[in-house]
């Protein structure tokens, strides 16, 4: 078994994972491991999910403390560590508590800053820019919260990036041998691994367009928008499930803000991107 340490939980798993190297004498938080997985059609509770991928394997999380893997005999195994350590531990975090956000997260200043959006729409990317200008990284695709004493707060994941290799080329200066795993070069950062939740000073929601800008949302288009990218499967979601989802989603929203941040997909214009952000962050209405 490998010890791993990622998003203040301690993680016993069989196998490799794309987390912090942990030496640990006490019993893990988390457990992955092998083993039969029962066939499931039934919806989603709050402390059990199935998850049954063709080609790939079957899944199984529970109690916010194990996730067993059912993998196909052809399956690579690198798709499946790459989904052990991101949309897997996704579904767990909920399982936890946390809100689970399809989003890359920077800190800046003793705050954490959030770039949302859909798979392929340039969060990590968007990361690795701030990265290139000093920021710190506090977790590529995954970015849990909650809400805790009135603040929105975030679980730091790993200091890696996953970009895609246009991306990748672009950024090599991070780390000059990427591995590539799957289908991205994985970029493993210098930044220390923060150990302690941050509190959120905004989420953007990355959108294409032109020029860059920052655009306010209306409260109900920020709910459906980061009610959606969140890590969780809403069609096989149970009333329970459900109705905590929205809940949570409405208590992060009610205590910070979300805003549109559209930019053209220009590798050139990143420095700018991270210009427009910092003035915005600036700016008097800022948290």
Not at 17 to 45: C, E, F, M, Y
Not at 119 to 140: E, I, Q
Not at 167 to 187: G, L
Request: overall charge positive; aromatic content about 6%; charged content about 25%.
């Amino acid at each position: 078994m490998l010890n791993y340490f990622a998003f203040g939980l301690s993680i016993e798993s069989e196998f490799e994972l794309a987390a912090n190297p942990h030496a640990t004498g006490h019993s893990p938080d988390v457990t992955i491991h092998a083993g039969r997985v029962a066939n499931s059609q039934g919806k989603t509770s709050s402390q059990e999910e199935t998850v049954n991928i063709r080609h790939v394997g079957k899944f199984h999380i529970s109690q916010g403390r194990e996730i067993v893997v059912e993998a196909d005999l052809a399956a690579n195994m690198e798709l499946i560590r790459v989904l052990l350590s991101g949309r897997m531990l996704g579904y767990l975090l909920r399982q936890r508590g946390w809100l689970p956000l399809h989003a890359s997260a920077i800190r800046m200043g003793g705050s954490a800053v959030l770039f949302l959006a859909a798979a392929g729409a340039g969060k990590s990317t968007t990361a690795a820019a701030f990265y290139r200008h000093g920021y710190s990284v506090l977790s590529d695709d995954i970015s849990p919260v909650r809400v805790e004493n009135g603040r929105v707060l975030l679980s730091p994941g790993v200091a890696r990036l996953r970009l895609c290799p246009d991306a990748a080329e672009v950024f090599r200066s991070i780390e000059p041998t990427p591995k590539f795993v799957f289908d991205k070069h994985n970029f493993r950062l210098r930044d220390p691994h923060h150990l302690h939740p941050l509190p959120v000073t905004r989420i953007y929601v990355l959108e294409d367009g032109s020029p860059t800008r920052v655009e306010a949302f209306t409260p109900l288009d920020a709910v459906r928008v980061v009610g959606k990218e969140c890590f969780i499967m809403l069609h096989r979601a149970g009333h329970e499930v459900l109705s905590a989802h929205l809940r949570d989603c409405v208590a992060v929203l009610e205590r910070t803000h979300v805003r549109r941040l559209i930019r053209p997909r220009d590798l050139d214009r990143l420095g700018h991107l991270v210009r427009v952000v910092e003035r915005d962050l600036a700016a008097p209405s800022s948290i």
